[in-house]
């Protein structure tokens, strides 16, 4: 049976087996933890390209350049708070043979409208920040409690994911991201559906 057509709990099991065949992703998981940023998601692309290699035969890491981790913290939204998390994380990381982009979500409507020309409302948590990314198949957090419980953040769900769906998420991010993202993907992934942007 296809993962995508799995009940949704089985499908969350399913991410969660899928994810730990690549030894990069859970490490990158597991030092976070460490990290106890709040409301922390390892999120977007590692998440969701390490499903597609394995559903596609592929080694699980393949081709992943980098994993995003995303906190929200908006005690603090200057930049030296970020930049000292940001080093902290640099250091935690150091070894890996990854690339772990730390940011905080509660500065991105500071900075958005600047390097993408729309502005951005201010996110109220990891999760509003999640839901706007500009494919909906893209928008799944995990990560990984104290005691080693998982905690999955999907609100489109993960049929898309499992059967290589590419679907738009028009509310923030502008056509051009979600046509370059794609293009992109589809050169390492042939096998994806990309569907059209509205």
């Given at each position: 049976m296809r993962l995508g057509r799995l009940p949704v709990g089985e499908q969350v099991e399913a991410l969660r087996a899928v994810l730990t065949r690549n030894e990069v992703l859970t490490d990158v998981l597991a030092r976070a933890a460490e990290l106890r940023l709040p409301g922390w998601y390892l999120t977007a692309g590692c998440v969701v390209q390490t499903v597609w290699n394995v559903v596609t035969g592929r080694p699980a890491a393949d081709g992943i350049l980098d994993h995003d981790l995303f906190y929200f913290d908006a005690t603090d939204l200057s930049w030296e708070a970020e930049d000292a998390v940001i080093r902290t994380g640099r250091?935690?990381?150091?070894?890996?043979?990854?690339?772990?982009?730390?940011?905080?979500?509660?500065?991105v409507h500071l900075w958005y409208e600047q390097k993408f020309g729309v502005p951005c409302p201010p996110h109220d948590s990891t999760e509003s920040a999640i839901?706007?990314?500009?494919?909906?198949?893209?928008?799944?957090?995990?990560?990984?409690?104290?005691?080693?419980?998982?905690?999955?953040?999907?609100?489109?769900?993960?049929?898309?994911?499992?059967d290589l769906v590419v679907r738009p998420n028009p509310v923030l991010a502008p056509r051009d991201v979600y046509e370059a993202k794609t293009s992109r993907w589809r050169r390492q992934w042939p096998s994806l559906t990309v569907l059209p942007w509205p």
């Open positions: 250091e935690r990381f150091a070894g890996l043979p990854a690339t772990v982009e730390i940011r905080n979500e509660a500065r839901d706007s990314f500009a494919a909906t198949t893209c928008c799944v957090g995990v990560r990984v409690a104290p005691d080693g419980t998982w905690r999955v953040y999907a609100p489109h769900g993960l049929s898309d994911v499992f």
